[in-house]
């Protein structure tokens, strides 16, 4: 783990010039009691691949509802293309699939999407988004479609626009695993020229197949911000729980692997990027630990662990 | 402009055969009821003849029904969400105003037509064929307002609230308006009253044939008024109705 995992604005990658594609600072948004987002900064530049990850309520939704135009905040700046929102919209440089997203019971995909195509100046060939998205045998039905058929029916009217910066929010949220291979195939495949591309998701595998850089968000904030690796360090790593006389917090974060500790007495919670070089060493130079626990670590732990990790941020 | 939106939505109510069997029948057949219910004093006391009368009432009472019913069903695409999608499109609040007008006239015309045709067919009303045009072409751009009001009422009304909230105000247009009723009918205070109706004036209009009444201009200009009145409320409307605060 290294200083990049932090609740910081991440330096810009230097991929491709101009405006990054989102910037957003000092942004809060209260719904009654709610924070739903509560101080976030965060810089996207033109060409990164983002996951937003977050357990449900995290605030995901909201900031990307504000991102498009969609929520007003109630503090802070957002710009999308050095543009607001709103104008972002109208120059069509978004797209973006909103969660449970409506779509038309009277018209068929075909339909839809020339109606999607007709909006943009320089639209995708919907011929074209058809093949990607798997629809092409169901363009001219009026039925109503699956669930994950009319998931693949949003990216589609999101991608017949051709946007520079695609948004998708929590995209693959009740699709069966096939169907969440076959949406990430299409988006690969759609995003090859170096779009930008940010989605939310509460999948972590989505995030490691998928993103180059990975948002946690946790309560309104931004609790780590990261490359898929150092994210992954700690999220794939286990927790190791021990009870070892004489030893002190210091000592134990020298041995290898071990990410993060805590303290409460002689009792120690580790969370480990190689709990077994960590467990070794431990035994090694503490004899007398005792009461050794290894477990798999969860995504949820794997936050809390990142809030308190080194270089990482507590709010 | 956007032409693609506006197809769209046309094929969408050329599609919703619920409002063609409502549009056809309903003003028609209320038309034929009336036309052979009420005679003698009422039907005496309209100045022309009354199924004349009645034509040109019911005709405009047809336009304003419809164009109430295409309009309120933003209700429904609000609840489901699909306001909030075109809201993240670039599709301009004016391409979107002159789409949700276009499907309202498409279904409008031959529902006044319907109407005129009958009274024509079963009950002898003769006119040339310029009194004909005057009456469905003129009840036909006079109904614009309404099918903004109808757009407007699918914007403030919830998915549950917009068949009676739709249907309070076919009647109070449709009655106190003059428009479904002959309003000769009623008390004099509910005569005056019809005057500041928009539906009144609509009226006047589909009736102006017959009447050879010279308040067309006046009328033209009251219906153009609502016109930028509505159309002004439905456009900030649709501007802020995604943005939750």
Redesign the interface.
């Known amino acids: 783990m290294n200083n990049a995992v932090g609740a910081t604005v991440a330096e810009p990658t230097g991929r491709a010039a101009g405006p990054p594609a989102i910037k957003v600072s000092g942004l809060y948004k209260s719904f009654g009691d709610v924070r739903a987002v509560d101080g976030i900064d965060l810089q996207i530049a033109s060409g990164e691949v983002v996951a937003v990850l977050g357990p449900n309520g995290a605030g995901k939704s909201t900031l990307i509802d504000m991102v498009?135009?969609?929520?007003?905040p109630d503090r802070g700046e957002i710009s999308v293309f050095g543009n607001t929102p709103r104008e972002a919209?109208?120059?069509?440089v978004?797209g973006?699939t909103?969660q449970?997203?409506?779509?038309?019971d009277?018209?068929s995909a075909r339909?839809?999407l020339?109606?999607?195509?007709?909006?943009?100046a320089r639209p995708q060939p919907i011929e074209e988004v058809l093949r990607i998205t798997g629809l092409t045998g169901l363009a001219d039905r009026r039925t109503r479609l699956s669930g994950g058929q009319r998931q693949r029916l949003r990216l589609a009217?999101t991608l017949v626009?051709n946007p520079r910066l695609l948004l998708l929010d929590e995209p693959t949220v009740a699709m069966d695993v096939e169907a969440r291979q076959l949406f990430w195939a299409s988006m690969r495949e759609f995003t090859d020229g170096g779009r930008t591309v940010v989605f939310a998701s509460h999948y972590l595998d989505e995030a490691e197949d998928y993103a180059d850089r990975v948002v946690l968000i946790r309560s309104g904030s931004v609790i780590a911000d990261g490359t898929v690796p150092e994210i992954r360090s700690v999220v794939a790593g286990r927790s190791l729980s021990a009870t070892v006389p004489g030893a002190n917090a210091e000592h134990l974060r020298e041995l290898p692997g071990v990410v993060t500790v805590e303290a409460r007495g002689d009792h120690f919670d580790l969370v480990c990027a190689d709990s077994d070089a960590a467990a070794r060493e431990l035994f090694a130079r503490f004899p007398r630990a005792h009461d050794v626990e290894i477990a798999a670590i969860s995504l949820e732990k794997a936050f809390l662990a990142l809030t308190s990790a080194e270089g990482g941020e507590t709010r | 402009m956007n032409t693609g939106f506006l197809v769209l939505e046309v094929k969408r109510v050329g599609r919703a055969r619920q409002f063609w069997i409502g549009a056809l029948f309903f003003p028609t057949v209320l038309y034929l009821m009336q036309a052979n219910l009420f005679r003698g004093d009422i039907a005496d006391r309209v100045g022309v003849d009354f199924s004349e009368y009645l034509l040109g009432s019911l005709a405009a009472w047809a336009a304003l029904f419809v164009a109430l019913n295409i309009g309120s069903r933003v209700a429904l695409e609000r609840a489901t969400g699909w306001q909030r999608q075109l809201r993240i499109t670039p599709l301009s609040p004016t391409s979107y105003l002159i789409a949700k007008l276009t499907a309202s006239l498409v279904v409008a015309l031959p529902a006044i037509t319907a109407v005129a045709v009958t009274g024509g067919l079963l009950e002898g009303v003769r006119l040339p064929i310029v009194g004909w045009l005057q009456l469905i072409l003129g009840i036909w751009v006079g109904s614009l307002p309404f099918a903004l009001l109808g757009v407007f009422i699918g914007q403030i009304a919830s998915a549950d609230s917009v068949q009676a909230l739709t249907s309070i105000s076919h009647m109070l247009l449709g009655v106190l308006g003059g428009a479904m009723f002959p309003v000769v009918a009623f008390p004099e205070w509910m005569q005056r009253v019809s005057a500041i109706i928009p539906s009144h004036w609509l009226a006047v209009i589909g009736r102006s044939p017959f009447e050879g009444d010279s308040s067309v201009g006046l009328s033209a200009l009251v219906l153009a008024g609502w016109t930028v009145v509505l159309g002004t409320a439905v456009t900030l409307r649709y501007l802020h109705d995604s943005a939750q605060d």
């Open positions: 498009l135009g969609l929520t007003r919209i109208t120059r069509g978004i973006a909103l449970e997203g409506a779509l038309l009277d018209v339909e839809l020339t109606m999607a195509a007709s909006l943009h009217m626009s």
